[in-house]
């Protein structure tokens, strides 16, 4: 019968503390059931996408970032609850963060300088916890002759985002830039802008109706149409979108 020797021995002791490792690894995820991806100025990239995956679901995601306060230049970390994601391409990521002390814009300095906080390293996580009474509807197309007709119908004390896209006869830098503008003063949640597929075309990505109002001042009557319209509704109840389906043309409605 063979001898175990001292390496035999260290191996196996490496094999029993790897198996230990893994197991404890996975338990301690199991029971927490908490996800989190980590990502640098090489893999911002991959942020709208991981996000998207939590959202898609209803899922609550906070983060932590670590980089440099724009007004002091001081290195910080902040955390909060992620309120809304957005990017032009590639690294080009903005990241609205929501915490007690504010709402902050995040992002890297070289394609977003006018953030809050510059990302040096930035984590998404989830702990499985849902948006409460989170309703998403999905309705037809419509002619819009001013962006408040994607909110007509929609009672005044509703918490909501929508999402869409507006083919318009016309539409020019100038108006591009002045919604840029206001929507910075107010927020700094650029969820309208030109779209890249037409000429003529505005993307509304997660807008509340605050934006709405504000891009609304800046365009005034317009003659476009549009996609589908998603409208997602947070704590929402039966009234809320008993007055949505009444208003739009409702093809789905999707409770989480």
């Known amino acids: 019968m063979k001898k175990f020797t001292i390496i035999d021995y260290i191996i196996i002791i490496l094999v029993i503390c790897a198996v230990a490792f893994a197991f404890i690894h996975i338990t301690t995820n199991d029971s927490s059931n908490i996800q989190k991806t980590a990502f640098d100025e090489s893999t911002m990239n991959k942020i709208p996408d991981t996000y998207s995956k939590y959202y898609k679901d209803g899922f609550i995601v906070n983060s932590t970032v670590e980089g440099f306060n724009s007004s002091t230049g001081n290195r910080t970390t902040i955390s909060g609850q992620v309120i809304w994601v957005d990017n032009d391409g590639g690294n080009d990521v903005k990241i609205l963060i929501e915490n007690e002390n504010g709402t902050f814009l995040t992002g890297l300095y070289r394609y977003n300088p006018d953030a809050d906080i510059y990302i040096d390293h930035i984590s998404l996580e989830s702990n499985g916890e ?113 007055s949505i389906k009444s208003h739009f043309d409702v093809v789905n409605t999707r409770n989480f």
């Open 130 to 242: 849902k948006y409460k009474n989170l309703t998403e509807i999905t309705v037809k197309p419509k002619k819009i002759t001013s962006l408040k007709d994607l909110t007509s119908g929609i009672e005044k004390d509703t918490d909501y985002e929508i999402t869409t896209k507006i083919s318009l006869d016309s539409l020019n830098s100038n108006q591009i830039q002045e919604i840029i503008n206001i929507l910075k003063e107010h927020g700094k949640r650029l969820s309208i802008k030109k779209g890249g597929e037409m000429e003529y075309q505005l993307v509304i990505a997660k807008t509340t109706e605050d934006n709405i109002n504000d891009a609304d001042s800046v365009l005034g009557n317009i003659n476009g149409v549009s996609d589908d319209i998603t409208i997602r509704v947070f704590n929402s109840t039966d009234s809320q979108i008993n």
